[in-house]
Structures are given as C-alpha cells and as structure tokens.
C-alpha cells in the first residue's frame, strides 16, 4: 500500500505544490482545506488524473475536534498516515503591533501555533512507536520572518512561526526514538497568494531587491525541499529547519 502524506492547507500555494510531488513520488494524499472547497477540490482531480489516490477534507486545524475528524477521515479513506506537513498558515494585514486586536492576535497564534501542534499530537498518536505506529515523518513549514521578526509588518505573525521552530526542534528529540523525524522548511519571500491575503499582492516582487538572488522563489522550490525531508534520503535527518529563501 502506498504511504500516505497528510498536507494542511493543500488547496493553494505551497501546500499545492507539495501535493504534486508527493504524489508524483507515490504518496496517497489528503489536502485540507478550511473554505475554499473549489480550489482543493481541484487539486484533487489534477492528482486523480495522474492516477494517484487523493481526498481534500474541510478542516480548520485551530479546531482540535476538527483535526480529528480531518485525521480520521484521512485514516479511514487512504490507509496508514506516514507523513503530515504542517502548511496551514494565515498572516494578516501590514501593521505595528501596538494596532493589532486582540481577535487577531488569538486567531494568528490559533491557527499558526496551536493548529500545528494540535495536527502534531493527532500524527503522534497514528505514527509514533510507543502508539503501534510504523513511524513517519513531520514536516512544519515556518517562515524566515521567526529569525527576521517582520517589524512594522508582520510581527504577530513572525512570533506565531517562531514557537513553530521551537516546536520542530524539541519534538524531534522527544519522537527521536519512536520513529517520527520532524523537520521544518522556512521559506523566504515566495510568490504565492498569501500576499494578497495580507493586503499586499506585490509584495513578493516588491522585495526582490532585499534577496541576494534578487527574486522571489516559486512553491514547487519549497515543495522539492518538503519532499527530500519526508524521503528516505533525509532517513537521517532530524530537527533540521532548512531555508529556502534564497540566502536571505
């Protein structure tokens, strides 16, 4: 039976990409999705026209009952889950934090932060040894700004990824023993949708200058790392946060 990759926040952006090549590498995969049900319904058929198994489930990983329920149908539709990528991520809109809301604050952290642990613990319990798991592979996708810290921008959203890095090096020696790697990527300035989501749809191009490759990188850059982490080639390969930034 094919291994099975469990990819949140899979119907755009790198969470897509990655789709694409874990399936094309053989995995069977289940996208989450928290609205956009056209979108990850779309990738799904673009995966089943390649012959690769593939599901796309609603679920808002901020929900421990709805990560539940995601990890369950995965489990149910697909078989044995041996890698989760932790891409569901929101960022908000450019300000200071002394302007941020409190409503904000909670929900970048809730779906950030708690989400991605709250999808760790349901992936423990399925692949760990200690649980009668086969073991398996985490991979968390943070960003540069936790070590940049995005200021007069984004620094909500910086923190939120940071606690991810923290996250990704202290589980990895807790599940160093049980099987489980869990690594991290952090992307740099990638030219995808979330600009826009954060009210800045030239965003990516408008830093170029700021990048030492002087551009901004595409998904499938982050995606080719996220595959080589879950692989048997990275069998060795345990708390490792890797950018992919293009040196900045």
Known sequence: MADVALITGGSRGIGAATAHKLAAAGFAICVSYRTDRAAADSVVAAL???????????????????????????????????????????????ARLEDM???????????????????????????????????????????????????????????????????TLGLAKELATERVRVNAVRPGIIDTDIHASGGQPDRAERLSPLIPMQRPGIADEVASAIEWLVSAAASYTTGAILDVSGGR
Do not use: W
């Not at 690769?52 to 078989?79: I, T, Y």
């Not at 040894?129 to 995005?150: F, L």
């Open 48 to 94: 089943q026209a390649t012959n690769a198994r593939a599901v796309a489930v609603q679920a808002d990983v901020s929900d421990p009952d709805q990560v539940e329920a995601l990890f369950n149908r995965c489990d149910a539709e697909l078989g044995t889950l041996s890698a989760l990528i932790n891409n569901a991520g929101m960022v908000g809109d450019k």
């Open 101 to 167: 809301s409190a409503a904000r604050l909670e929900r970048m952290f809730a779906v950030n932060s708690l989400g991605t642990l709250f999808c760790c613990q349901a992936a423990i319990r399925r692949m760990a040894a200690r649980h009668g798991g086969r073991g398996g592979s985490i991979v968390n996708v943070s960003s540069v700004a936790s070590r940049i810290g995005s200021p007069a921008e984004y620094v909500d959203y910086a923190a939120s990824k940071g606690a991810v890095d923290t996250l």
